[in-house]
């Protein structure tokens, strides 16, 4: 089925249109538009990312300030952690506003960066201003902030991820029972302590209630104990969700629950170490409170390969920035509080300079590495088609069979460009031949473009968009040149796949007629024979004794032996006509033209017609008989003429008639069907078509073949043009 030129556009079973890669580059493509919604959530996600870098800033000058002033700060890993909670929730929450989990992580990762500042803010003051109100207020916060906080992260997002509701209705006390614990944490941890702790210092509570501060400290105990039997409620919540999902909101939850182990197991160590081993555990746990950031993670990971909440456009735009900023602002931090701890004064001013200077040297390779490294597992290969390509050839060059080499191309085609799904579909099958990954339910964006080899069209490569993001003019580009040498390769299958098919029906009609041969041999032939023998030795035994008996019986084995041979070459004649053999492919022609055909024929035959391979004498043969045949029974023609034409590419036969032309549909008979197969078993090829001028019917087969160097016996003369032999009427 022709394919028409580009591809296919929409969505679910259409196609984005593509051009293909022969086509000029400069021919304008359609560009993907950004809608107006996708602006103001990636406004808003940018927005909220900036915040959370702001105060991600604050928390570290607050921490600098205190390593600088002798003091022993916030733990940077716990800030590492919490920085990246906090700036994934920004991510989905912008994308995203209705969905809770990007909120969850917010409401996570915020509060803690707030206590870090808050708890810096507070050693500052209690070192140099220890009555200040500023000091007491940021203590206070320090002292409460953190418990609430746990709440969203370890119960309520395992709740409700990955689709942003509860597993059932039966989870909703779990649910209110969290949110009812975060408010205890958060009240009796803020009026119901009677002090504030900060490392070895102790101050009264100056926010406590007295009617609180007698059961504060064992409710909030009570309430820590009741949030790890949630937390492992929760994490249940998410192993039996796992069991009715599908297949791939199963590798999404796998993924949670996979960082909700880690966590878990790196909790245990921590407890473990300070009961067992207390002399090592300031060195154990910074480590420790790098744990949380296996859940953002996760959940980060679960969306970008799995395409959840649909964010990978954000993902792409945002990424990049935020690991530099990050990186950037850590090293910045490290070098610039490494230069005040150990080079005070203006050595300590001079080292910090160097450090601003290393990071703005550092900024370009680390941008374009970043972008490199990012691009690579968002995007694939479309910055760098000629790895795709390479890669492309290097698999093509493992020897496998036909139906891995199709599921090696798609494979190849979907890793260079990052889709979830990839496949083959050929002619008219209406399914895919070979796919890869999961084809997107109906929304979701497909691009295909056409495979062509030397200018036939053999099918498309369909290719998925990333989430329901479509396709970008650069991954469409890419698209169209991996067509070219995957359009290469189908057809080098397809030609493998005819190449042993025609063999399989090579040897099958091979034994079909050795099968055929010996049963007439056996059934006819052979009895015959054998009864003309035993007859023999009759008539010799009658010889002397009934000499008439003997001459009549072996008059009737003359009639025998002359029924034997005339057995004998119908077998002969029925793998090839014996008229070839003794005028040749043209004389045979006309003579069973003059003899059998009911129509007028004329010939239009070189004069010098070469030496042909047998089996193309036979096929042609066989087809134009067939032809002539068919315009007498079905044509109502008047005439009809026979054209042979032998070229470099092969014969090529055609027979037209002035007959009534052939339907627009019509039934594919045993005829035709068998002229068909004659062609294709010779690699050629036949068509039916209407006459090129005035009415009728043309059959047209092209046989490929090569003259052989004997002359054809029933040729004459030399001269290329074309003659008239005559019409033949029966």
């Known amino acids: 089925m022709p394919l028409g030129n580009g591809v296919g556009a929409g969505r679910g079973g259409d196609y984005d249109r593509v051009r293909p890669a022969s086509c000029p580059r400069d021919t304008p493509t359609r560009r993907l538009e950004v809608t107006i919604s996708e602006r103001r959530e990636f406004g808003a996600a940018l927005a909220m990312t900036v915040l959370v870098a702001a105060t991600m800033v604050v928390v570290a000058a607050a921490t600098a300030a205190t390593v600088r002033a002798g003091i022993l700060g916030s733990s940077w890993s716990l800030l590492t952690s919490t920085s990246v909670?906090?700036?994934?929730?920004?991510?989905?929450?912008?994308?995203?506003?209705?969905?809770p989990v990007g909120w969850l992580l917010l409401a996570t990762g915020v509060p803690f960066l707030v206590g870090q500042a808050a708890e810096g803010v507070a050693r500052l003051g209690l070192t140099r201003t220890p009555g200040g109100l500023g000091t007491e207020a940021a203590l206070w916060v320090a002292n409460w902030v953190y418990p609430p906080a746990l709440v969203p992260l370890f119960v309520l997002v395992a709740l409700t991820f990955p689709d942003g509701h509860l597993p059932s209705r039966r989870w909703q006390g779990l649910a209110v029972l969290a949110t009812a614990l975060a408010v205890v944490l958060a009240v009796f941890g803020a009026v119901g302590q009677p002090t504030l702790v900060l490392g070895e210092t102790t101050v009264p509570n100056p926010y406590a209630v007295a009617a609180l501060t007698a059961v504060g400290p064992a409710m909030v105990a009570w309430a820590g104990l009741v949030l790890v039997g949630c937390s492992l409620a929760a994490t249940l919540s998410l192993v039996l969700r796992w069991r009715g999902a599908t297949r791939q909101a199963q590798r999404q939850i796998m993924w949670v629950v996979l960082a909700l182990v880690v966590l878990a197991a790196a909790f245990g160590v921590d407890a473990a170490v300070a009961f067992l081993a207390p002399s090592v555990y300031p060195v154990v746990f910074p480590i420790v409170q790098l744990a949380p950031v296996v859940v953002p993670l996760a959940i980060a990971v679960a969306v970008m390969k799995h395409q959840l909440f649909d964010i990978e456009a954000l993902v792409s735009r945002a990424l990049l920035y935020v690991m530099l900023t990050f990186l950037l602002v850590g090293g910045y931090a490290l070098a610039a509080t490494w230069a005040g701890a150990?080079?005070?004064?203006?050595?300590?001013?001079?080292?910090?300079?160097?450090?601003?200077?290393?990071?703005?040297?550092?900024?370009?390779?680390?941008?374009?590495?970043?972008?490199r490294f990012i691009g690579r597992r968002l995007y694939g290969d479309r910055a760098s088609p000629y790895a795709a390509m390479t890669r492309l050839a290097r698999q093509l060059q493992q020897p496998s069979a036909p139906e891995q080499v199709l599921a090696t191309l798609v494979t190849s085609a979907a890793g260079a460009l990052r889709s979830p799904y990839a496949a083959i579909e050929l002619g008219d099958q209406p399914a895919p031949v070979v796919e890869h990954g999961i084809r997107p339910a109906a929304g979701g964006h497909l691009a295909s473009v056409e495979l062509t080899h030397a200018g036939l069209s053999l099918g498309r490569l369909v290719v998925a968009g990333r989430g329901r993001v479509a396709l970008a003019p650069v991954d469409l580009r890419l698209l169209a040149d991996l067509a070219l040498p995957i359009g290469a390769a189908v057809h080098a299958v397809g030609l493998?796949?005819?190449?042993?098919?025609?063999?399989?029906?090579?040897?099958?009609?091979?034994?079909?007629e050795r099968r055929r041969v010996g049963r007439d041999l056996h059934d006819d032939l052979g009895p015959r024979l054998a009864a003309i023998s035993m007859q023999v030795e009759l008539a010799r035994d009658l010889t002397l004794s009934d000499p008439a008996r003997a001459h009549a019986l072996l008059g009737d084995l003359l009639d025998q032996t002359e029924i034997a041979v005339q057995e004998t070459r119908r077998v002969a004649h029925a793998h090839r006509p014996p008229a070839l053999d003794s005028l040749g492919l043209v004389p045979a022609l006309e003579s069973h033209v003059a003899h059998v055909a009911a129509v007028p024929v004329r010939f239009e035959v070189p004069l010098a017609l070469p030496a042909l391979p047998a089996a193309v004498e036979v096929a042609a043969y066989r087809i134009a008989l067939e032809a002539i045949q068919n315009v007498a029974n079905h044509a109502q023609a008047q005439s009809c003429v026979l054209h042979l034409a032998h070229d470099e590419h092969g014969l090529t036969l055609e027979v037209a008639d002035d007959g009534r032309g052939i339907p627009s549909i019509h039934p594919i008979g045993l005829g035709l069907q068998s002229m068909t197969e004659r062609a294709a078993e010779l690699g050629g090829a036949l068509t039916v078509q209407p006459r090129p001028h005035g009415p009728g019917t043309m059959v047209r087969a092209v046989l490929p073949c090569r003259a052989r160097q004997a002359p054809d016996p029933a040729g004459a003369g030399t001269d290329p043009g074309v003659a008239e032999r005559g019409r033949r009427t029966r």
């Open 85 to 99: 909670i906090a700036l994934v929730g920004a991510l989905l929450a912008g994308r995203r506003p209705r969905h």
């Open 342 to 371: 150990v080079l005070p004064g203006s050595a300590g001013a001079l080292a910090r300079v160097l450090a601003t200077a290393v990071v703005a040297v550092a900024f370009a390779p680390l941008r374009d590495g970043l972008q």
């Open 496 to 512: 493998s796949v005819d190449l042993h098919r025609s063999r399989e029906r090579m040897v099958l009609t091979m034994e079909e």
